[in-house]
């Protein structure tokens, strides 16, 4: 297998998505986690609706969602680690067949006469535990596939395949449910991870994505801590992770209540067709604008565009998340996706771009705590806020801590605006 060349691509002034997926192992990697990621999402559907059917209650769904995505807020950061000082190669392959063979573990217990919730849980949890460490890894191979100008526009098409898929998933799981019920789609699932199994597998990864080299004696625990030695030392990696951390917490409660919206305000049956359409949109709106910041921005500083997106998440939210009118609801929710997506994208590309190789694994682990780990929590407060005052309400706490944020951002990019130009003035 040749290795990979990076002068292949032109080296114009404004790198494309196009360009992005002119490398050829980046864009087999890209298509294997698509696939991956569409059968993650037709599992993560059936087991909803199973554990509803299995229970009769909706409490068992939250259950296992918080068993899916707890691990995270605790493992992340060990898979940061392991992506700094190993093979991340050999970490995903090891990881991908982990999650395949629980999928497997999960098709089996669901085809049984009498499934157990308890096994079911901690199936659940084990699934979890690998994912939370895969996704570190993953993040940290990514960058080093294609030269440093075009990294934008791969964040830009990984952002959009994760959205797309959310879309897409469903979809077909739910045409293909009622043929080969809940224990096929799992099945599918876990043979969907080895898109990405034999994708690395057969591709060259380069020797500097594939592993850090580094002649540090740091114990286990001392680079455990040295992710978030980095994000207090650097202001920008601090400003990213605290921003994103606050942002996942207080205005992105919104996705655990999307079912609660449009049973409540749009009076939808959440398992039929318009309840699918609305999600669709809203996905469908979060790929445009991942795809935004990778082609429209692709070159630029992507720090400018974060308050201007937080802005138009504001005020999409405030629409969305208060009217009661089905059209103006299917109307909204893809601008509510395009401004949500295309600022968190905004956010992970400069952060990428600016991490060293030699601490990107666990800085960006603490990235996707604050990120994903943090949003079942604040779903439960906005639950919890729902149930005793309204949905609306939910939803304005969230607009309202995207204004702040917002404000913050302005405030900030003038002090680095005014730092730049106070250093060049004193260069000259």
């Not at 952002?159 to 739910?174: C, E, F, H, K, M």
Request: proline fraction near 4%; charge should be positive; charged fraction near 10%.
């Amino acid at each position: 297998m040749p290795a990979l060349r990076f002068a292949q691509v032109p080296r114009n002034k404004q790198r494309t998505l196009r360009d992005a997926l002119a490398f050829r192992t980046f864009r087999l990697v890209w298509i294997g986690v698509f696939a991956s990621n569409i059968g993650t999402w037709m599992q993560n559907v059936a087991l909803g609706a199973f554990a509803f059917r299995l229970t009769g209650k909706s409490s068992f769904g939250a259950i296992l969602g918080l068993a899916q995505l707890g691990p995270q807020l605790v493992l992340a950061t060990v898979g940061g680690v392991l992506a700094d000082t190993r093979d991340r190669v050999r970490l995903m392959q090891v990881m991908q067949t982990g999650m395949m063979i629980v999928c497997a573990v999960l098709a089996v217990e669901v085809h049984a006469a009498a499934p157990s919730k308890v096994l079911l849980f901690w199936t659940v949890v084990f699934l979890g535990v690998c994912n939370s460490l895969n996704g570190p890894v993953f993040n940290s191979l990514l960058p080093g596939l294609v030269p440093r100008e075009n990294l934008p526009g791969v964040i830009a098409l990984m952002s959009t395949q994760l959205n797309l898929s959310r879309v897409i998933g469903p979809a077909i799981g739910g045409l293909l449910q009622p043929k080969i019920d809940v224990w096929g789609v799992f099945l599918l699932n876990a043979i969907s991870y080895l898109a990405v199994i034999i994708v690395l597998a057969l591709v060259a990864i380069p020797p500097e994505a594939r592993q850090v080299k580094t002649t540090t004696s740091e114990s286990f625990a001392e680079r455990l801590r040295g992710g978030f030695r980095e994000v207090r030392r650097d202001s920008l990696v601090r400003r990213m992770v605290g921003s994103i951390t606050f942002f996942s917490i207080f205005s992105l409660t919104f996705l655990t209540m999307m079912p609660v919206i449009a049973a409540r305000h749009f009076h939808m049956d959440t398992k039929g067709l318009s309840y699918g359409l609305l999600y669709a949109g809203f996905g469908v709106g979060a790929a445009i604008g991942a795809l935004a910041v990778g082609s429209v921005l692709g070159g630029r500083d992507a720090l400018p565009y974060v308050p201007w997106a937080l802005l138009a998440f504001a005020g999409a939210l405030a629409v969305f998340g208060t009217t009661t009118h089905r059209t103006i609801g299917y109307l909204f929710a893809p601008l509510l996706g395009a401004a949500y997506f295309g600022g968190v994208t905004c956010m992970s590309t400069r952060l990428q771009m600016h991490l060293r190789n030699e601490v990107r694994g666990r800085v960006m682990a603490i990235w996707m705590m604050g990120f994903g780990g943090t949003i079942p929590l604040g779903g439960l407060a906005g639950a919890w806020i729902a149930d005793h005052r309204s949905v609306s309400t939910t939803t304005l706490i969230g607009v309202f801590a995207a204004i702040l944020l917002a404000v913050y951002w302005f405030f900030t990019n003038n002090l680095r605006r005014a730092a730049a130009s106070t250093e060049l003035s004193g260069t000259q």
